[in-house]
Every structure is written in structure tokens, then in C-alpha cells.
């Protein structure tokens, strides 16, 4: 099909859903950063050595220093979320006390904070034309994952979709969206993958992308078991896109789906230099959960329609701090074995991309279309709109287009 050519930015920048920007972590700006960290981290590895030359004899045992740290850290005081019992499962891992007692009930406060209001959401939710719930499922890793849903109160079901959000944001940002399919037939299945919305994990630190592949798999079984003979389809947006391409690599996913319809898809992501290729993977075990300060903290244009970025950046459950080290890496991990594979994909896509996105790269959405093996495929690239193109001022016409390429194959 005929489709607008639109030159790949200069300077890329990964999704955000909220903030920080990808490229913050592979910008030359942050090779400073990241080489003060490295003479850091030389300097610290080296002082405990340092200590042990210098330490005498004691008839006290490191075992005892050790258990007194470890409760000076649970002795720790903070704002007290109450729940019931059954939204935050107790977990006592071994992970957990070598961690600190403190630290992880902070987690777990922050973690019950933000699946309360998730689950408020889903329950204060009276729109007579269609029925929300929410549910949540333990994964294989023992994590809790919240997913949400929306069934049509009336009329012939057609077929099913599964969202997943972008990075830093969640499943409920698409309630309007999963409204409007329900109007048309389509039962909706969203899920908070791993550190996002009501799900287990530090607000938006992923530590490998691969985790939410796999509970999207394990999603879609139970989706389509739970509804046998109905057609499923995936919709991602961002880095959802990303996570929805990779599992759709996998030949029992591929079997399963009718089709995916990937919106502002994280398919291009390149640094901006080639050391940080060197660089990414070892910050990204040292220091994990870094943030980079060069990241954008403030709203980043991703809509051209002011309510809809006051509604975002307002919203408690997207994340707005600065973008985490390990978070970066996986995406750009992500990103480079897709491109990898793009001749891979069979599954009908529809994809669409605004122009004027600075936050992934609209040439990375033209490769993927040109070089996926699916016969049925079609592009998108929309002349001047931005990043998140269900929040943009057209986004019901981006709707309409999407319902009517699900409508045709159902």
C-alpha cells in the first residue's frame, strides 16, 4: 500500500508514556555521568579490601554486624496503606530479607498504594454499557500482576483484545478505548506488566523486558481458554508494541492471534553512540535502579492536546521521574532483536505512527512494514501527530481506523 516517507529523527528517544527519555541514557550528555560512576564504583569496590587489611581481631562476628543492620533497616517508619489482605499476598523470600526489611516494606506500601488505586478505579467505574472488573494472577517468578477487563453488557461478541500499555503508564489510561470496542463487539483484556499500574514491582524499573513477554503469554492462554472459538487480537502501543512483536515471535503465540495493532511501536531504538552499546549492559547490572538525571523530568510533548497531558502527567499511577538504567537497556535490547527478526512476523499487523513523534522513530514502523513476512499488513504514518495517538485531538478518527481493520477480519 501506498504510505507517506518520513525521515528518521536525528536524535531518537524511547517511550516514556511519561518521562525520561531513552536517549538521556545514551546521549552524550551522560557519558560524563557515566564515567564519574565508573571511577565510583572502582573506588567503592576497593575500599572494603582496603578495610580488611586494617581490621584486627574480634571476638565479635560479622554475622552479629550484619543481623543489627538488617534491623535498623525494618525499624524504618513510613505512611501505612491499608488493604485488604488478599490485593498484596504476603511474600517472604530470601531476596526480600537480604534486601533489607525496611526497604522491601516501603516496596511493598508503594506497591499496595498504587494497586488501590487501580482497583478503585476498575470498582467506582458505572458506565451502564459495560462491565469492568479487575483480577490479578500470580506469574511462574511469584510476582503479583494486575489485569483488568471490559465486557460488553449487550450485543453479539465478536472477538477479544488484549492492551498493553506503554512504558510508565497502565491498562486503565485505555478505558475509553476499550469502551468504544466493546460498542463494537469485542471483548477487552488489559494487563499492568511488571512495575507499571497495580502490578508487583518498583514504579517503572523493569528489570528484563522478557518477564512481561511471558506473562503476556500466560495472559493469552487464560484470555483464550477463558473464551474458546472467538478470534484474539493484540493491541500494543510503545513499548506494549514491543512486547506484543516479541511474543508474537513465538510459534504458539503466532498460532493464537488474529492479528496486532501496534501504535508508535519501539521498534528503532538505536544509541546515539556506539559506546554506549559497551556501556549499557555493564551500568546496567551495577547500578540497576539509577536513574539518569539528564532525563527529561517534565512532560514530554507526546499530544498536541493540553487536557490530555494534564490528565497524564496528573495521573499518580504514570510515572514521571527520571528514566532507570537496567529499564533502558532492556528496551534497547528489546528493540535490537526485533530488528533482528523483523522478517520473522507472519500475524497480520496494522500499524500506526505519528510524524512528528519524538519519542520512538517512525522509520523504525516503515522497517518493520517493509521487511515483515505477513501477508496481510498495513502502515499508518500520520502527517504532524505525535507519540501517544490515542490522546491526540483526532483520537477518535485513530480509533475509528482501528475498530474498522478489526471489524474486517472478524
Given amino acids: 500500500?501506498?504510505?507517506?516517507?518520513?525521515?528518521?529523527t536525528q536524535s531518537l528517544m524511547l517511550t516514556s508514556g511519561a518521562s525520561g527519555r531513552i536517549n538521556a541514557l545514551f546521549s552524550a550528555r551522560a557519558l560524563k555521568g557515566l564515567l564519574a560512576l565508573i571511577h565510583t564504583v572502582v573506588i567503592l569496590l576497593l575500599l572494603p579490601f582496603r578495610g580488611r587489611r586494617r581490621a584486627a581481631p574480634s571476638g565479635s562476628s560479622s554475622g552479629h554486624g550484619e543481623k543489627g543492620n538488617c534491623e535498623k533497616?525494618?525499624?524504618?517508619?513510613?505512611?501505612?496503606?491499608?488493604v485488604p489482605a488478599n490485593i498484596v499476598p504476603w511474600k517472604a523470600t530470601s531476596s526480600w530479607v537480604s534486601a533489607g526489611g525496611g526497604v522491601m516494606a516501603m516496596?511493598?506500601?508503594?506497591?499496595?498504594a498504587r494497586r488501590t488505586i487501580a482497583i478503585r478505579r476498575v470498582l467506582q467505574d458505572d458506565d451502564p454499557?459495560?462491565?469492568r472488573a479487575f483480577s490479578m494472577f500470580i506469574t511462574a517468578r511469584g510476582d503479583t500482576v494486575f489485569t483488568q477487563s471490559w465486557f460488553p453488557v449487550s450485543g453479539e461478541i465478536r472477538g477479544l483484545v488484549v492492551l498493553m500499555h506503554g512504558l510508565n503508564e497502565h491498562s486503565g489510561r485505555y478505558n475509553e478505548f476499550a469502551k468504544q470496542l466493546n460498542r463494537n463487539g469485542f471483548k477487552v483484556y488489559g494487563m499492568d506488566w511488571i512495575g507499571h499500574g497495580g502490578s508487583d514491582g518498583l514504579h517503572a524499573y523493569v528489570p528484563s523486558l522478557d518477564y512481561a513477554v511471558s506473562d503476556l503469554k500466560s495472559y493469552l492462554d487464560k484470555v483464550i481458554a477463558d473464551n474458546p472459538g472467538l478470534p484474539c487480537f493484540c493491541f500494543g502501543h510503545s513499548t506494549g508494541s514491543a512486547i506484543v512483536l516479541k511474543a508474537a515471535l513465538d510459534p504458539k503465540v503466532e498460532a493464537t492471534l488474529a492479528g496486532m495493532v501496534l501504535t508508535s511501536p519501539a521498534v528503532g531504538v538505536q544509541p546515539s553512540h556506539p559506546i554506549f552499546a559497551v556501556l549499557a549492559p555493564v551500568f546496567s547490572v551495577l547500578l540497576p535502579r539509577f536513574q539518569i538525571n539528564a532525563a527529561n523530568k517534565k512532560g514530554m510533548p507526546v499530544s498536541r492536546d493540553a487536557d490530555a497531558l494534564i490528565a497524564k502527567y496528573s495521573d499518580p499511577l504514570v510515572y514521571t521521574g527520571s528514566i532507570r538504567v537496567r529499564?533502558?537497556?532492556?528496551?534497547?535490547?528489546?528493540s535490537t532483536y526485533l530488528q533482528q527478526n523483523l522478517n520473522r512476523f507472519n500475524v497480520p499487523f496494522l500499524v500506526l505512527h505519528g510524524s512528528a513523534d519524538t519519542v520512538t522513530d517512525p522509520a523504525g514502523s516503515r522497517k518493520l512494514?517493509?521487511?515483515?513476512?505477513s501477508s496481510d499488513k498495513t502502515i499508518k504514518l500520520l502527517d504532524g501527530y505525535l507519540h501517544d495517538l490515542l490522546f491526540e485531538p483526532e483520537r477518535q478518527d485513530i480509533m475509528d481506523c482501528i475498530i474498522e481493520w478489526l471489524n474486517d477480519r472478524v
Fill in 107 to 112: 516496596l511493598d506500601q508503594e506497591v499496595a
Fill in 369 to 373: 512494514y517493509d521487511e515483515a513476512s
Fill in 327 to 334: 529499564t533502558g537497556y532492556e528496551i534497547l535490547r528489546a
Fill in 73 to 82: 533497616g525494618s525499624a524504618g517508619g513510613g505512611a501505612k496503606v491499608r
Fill in 129 to 131: 454499557s459495560s462491565v
Fill in 1 to 8: 500500500m501506498a504510505f507517506e516517507q518520513v525521515p528518521a
